[in-house]
Every structure is written in structure tokens, then in C-alpha cells.
């Protein structure tokens, strides 16, 4: 939060008054970074959307749209993108810091989600799917960008930074969060 614009383009090794003219401020070149790296992520889920929605009605419907909404997520799992690992991080600090620089990304995939989740889970109040959702997407942040923090107590127990195993575990357990009943009513 404190370097400047000035900092971040001498340290790249550019040209200070050309990133002054193409992004005029940090804040404009940090959302221009985002928008660039969140494409390729975001296309890769709207492909794996699709193809998940020839399975509308099967059994296993909401897995194959959870593991479609969260496999680009998952260091080593992006196609094409091997830096998905610093965009989490990236995108975690901006969900908290900078909303605004997401939100216009994030806009018309997550209305695409959102449906196909609908379909999965038609019954489903706006409220209670919006709560689940947000556990369900702060897990997989903190899956995402945690790697390195595990807790000493916990080493040695669980691989989160293992793709298979990170998606192994993930999905069942959104899946049966979304699939689960509250214990009271909704709006």
C-alpha cells in the first residue's frame, strides 16, 4: 500500500513517464495487472461452465459446476497460467483492499455461475446461497494463498498446495455445504 507508482515501474526496470501516461496512477495499473491475468482464469471457468451444463439434471451436476468454478483457481490446475498462484494472492488482497478493480472483472462470470449454480440448487433462497457461497469462496482463498502459513500443528497432515489433493477435498465438501440444510429459514 505505501510504494508508489514511481517505485513499482523503477523496480520493472520501464519507463516512468510511460506508465504515468498509459495508467496515471498505481491504483489504475494495479486493476489494468488484474484485469489482464484474471482473463485467462475466468475464460478457462466459463469453458468449464459450459461443458458442465450438458450434465444439468445428472447426480453429479453440482460437483462438475463446483469443480468448473474452482479449478482455475488451483495452482497448477489453470490452463496456460502458471502464475495463478501470485494472481490468488493478487485478487485476495483486492476482494479486501480494492473492490472496485474486481468488481467490473468479476461481473459477468460470476452472473454465469450463479446460474449454473441455480440450476444445481433451484430451491435455494438468494440469502442462503450468497452466505454459502461466501464461506465457500473465502475457503478456497485461504486454500489458495495460505500455502506457506500452514499452521505448525498442522504440517505435515494436509497438502494444500497439491492440486489433486486440494480439489480431492474441495469439492465434496462445498458440494455438502451448498447440498446442506440450515437449521432455520431463509429469506
Known amino acids: 500500500g505505501a510504494v508508489s507508482l514511481r517505485e513499482i ?3 520493472a526496470g520501464a519507463n516512468v513517464a510511460a ?3 498509459h495508467f496515471g496512477s498505481k491504483d489504475e495499473l494495479i486493476h489494468q495487472v488484474f484485469t489482464r491475468r ?3 482464469v475466468l475464460a478457462q471457468t466459463e469453458q ?16 462438475r459446476v463446483i469443480t468448473a468454478i474452482i ?19 493478487l485478487r485476495a488482497h483486492l476482494f479486501v483492499e480494492n473492490r472496485q478493480a474486481t468488481e467490473s ?3 459477468e462470470p460470476a452472473s454465469h455461475m450463479l446460474a ?7 430451491g435455494m433462497s438468494a440469502n442462503e446461497l450468497a452466505w454459502k457461497l461466501h464461506i465457500m469462496f473465502s475457503t478456497l482463498t485461504a486454500t489458495t494463498t495460505w500455502v506457506g502459513r500452514i499452521l505448525p500443528a498442522l504440517s505435515g497432515t494436509y497438502r494444500p498446495d497439491d492440486s489433486d489433493e486440494a480439489l480431492a477435498y474441495l469439492v465434496p465438501l462445498f458440494a455438502t455445504l451448498l447440498r446442506a440444510p ?5 429469506k
Do not use: C, M, W
Not at 497448477?76 to 502464475?83: A, K
Open 71 to 89: 479449478t482455475p483457481s488451483i495452482p497448477g490446475r489453470s490452463s496456460g497460467d502458471d502464475g495463478v498462484g501470485i494472481f490468488n494472492q
Open 48 to 63: 468449464l461452465i459450459e461443458e458442465a451444463q450438458r450434465f444439468v439434471g445428472a447426480p453429479d451436476y453440482l460437483e
Open 105 to 107: 472483472v468479476y461481473l
Open 116 to 122: 449454473a449454480l441455480r440450476l444445481a440448487l433451484p
Open 38 to 40: 484474471a482473463k485467462p
Open 19 to 21: 506508465a504515468h501516461y
Open 9 to 11: 515501474v523503477l523496480q
Open 182 to 186: 440450515l437449521p432455520f429459514e431463509t
